[in-house]
């Protein structure tokens, strides 16, 4: 019987880590430094993410998950004055992006977004080109976190092939809706991408330092999986009462909806087919989403003294 290979970024990952802690522990007079920062990302690489639609007009919506603010933890040694090494964790809370939106009134009016809530890992080299100024350049992997879709649908109509209005199907006052509300994680399989920072340091003195640096982060995530998390459907009167409350739940999902999509990268033809127009059949082809940004940190960093040699 074969032995299953472990994945490589995950013994990328051990190594890094295993190297830092034997820095750690085997060098008494290392020059260490811990550093927290804050800063905002726009997307790089923006790709086509849906439609913004209206009556008289249709445009394309790009963007990427990279968008937003985020925070990071890092820590680094120094070899000597000039070559480094550096590992840091960062968050990300990515910006809304547009999906699809529709704005067609007594028709439908569509509001589809999502964003990023992401765990990133950095194992980088530092190089000082001067006192103040520095570069940084490594590996990023995204360790864990979501994609976050958001729709709210205000449907007017029943069946739109045959302009049967929710009206007429339910024999309910003109102008009445489904307003349609629910949310969808996407989980993506574990990706590889580079990340590059320039950076200016000010010391106050020996241990504390101001830093601000613009970052490049390069790294798309290609879909594994996504699940429905909460979904409701109310028949509502013209005036905004509700008429049939709960008419889809969770419980209950409406065709086109199952409560987990698989990602693959084949499906066979009868199955596209019978998919159709489903946003969450049960299983989807496969798609890269892009993550790369351009990015302004800034931050503190802390400096642990050097010890002194024992005479």
Same mark, same amino acid.
């Given at each position: ?31 260490? @430094? ?142 009445? @809706? ?21 950076? @200016? ?55 086109? @909806? ?54």
């Amino acid at each position: 019987m074969s032995r299953k290979l472990k994945n490589p970024l995950i013994i990328m990952k051990n190594y890094f880590l295993l190297l830092f802690a034997m820095l750690v522990a085997t060098s008494a007079s290392a020059q260490f @430094y811990v550093s927290g920062s804050t800063g905002y990302a726009t997307g790089s690489a923006k790709t086509k993410f849906g439609e913004e639609i209206t009556a008289t007009k249709t445009k394309n919506a790009y963007g990427s998950y990279g968008e937003g603010i985020n925070f990071q933890v890092r820590g680094g040694y120094y070899f000597n004055e000039t070559f480094g090494v550096d590992l840091g964790i960062a968050y990300l809370h990515g910006d809304d992006q547009t999906v699809t939106k529709v704005n067609i009134p007594n028709y439908r009016i569509t509001d589809a977004k999502a964003r990023a809530r992401a765990f990133g890992f950095s194992p980088s080299l530092v190089y000082k080109f001067t006192n103040k100024i520095y570069g940084r350049f490594g590996a990023l992997i995204k360790v864990g976190g979501k994609t976050e879709a958001v729709v709210s649908d205000k449907n007017y109509m029943y069946d739109e092939a045959n302009g049967i209005t929710i009206s007429q199907a339910l024999s309910l006052p003109e102008g009445s @809706y489904t307003q349609t509300n629910y949310k969808a994680d996407f989980h993506g399989k574990l990706p590889l991408g580079f990340v590059g920072a320039l950076g @200016y340091k000010y010391d106050f003195n020996d241990n504390f330092g101001l830093f601000i640096e613009a970052e490049y982060m390069g790294i798309s995530v290609k879909r594994d999986d996504s699940e429905l998390s909460e979904f409701n459907t109310d028949v509502m009167l013209p005036d905004g009462t509700v008429a049939v409350a709960g008419l889809y739940t969770m419980d209950n999902l409406p065709d086109g @909806y199952v409560k987990k999509t698989k990602y693959v990268d084949t499906l066979d033809n009868a199955t596209i087919a019978s998919n159709g127009d489903a946003p969450y059949p049960a299983k989807k082809l496969a798609e890269r989403v892009p993550y790369s940004s351009f990015g302004i940190n800034f931050g503190l960093t802390y400096t642990f003294a050097k010890s002194k040699s024992k005479e």
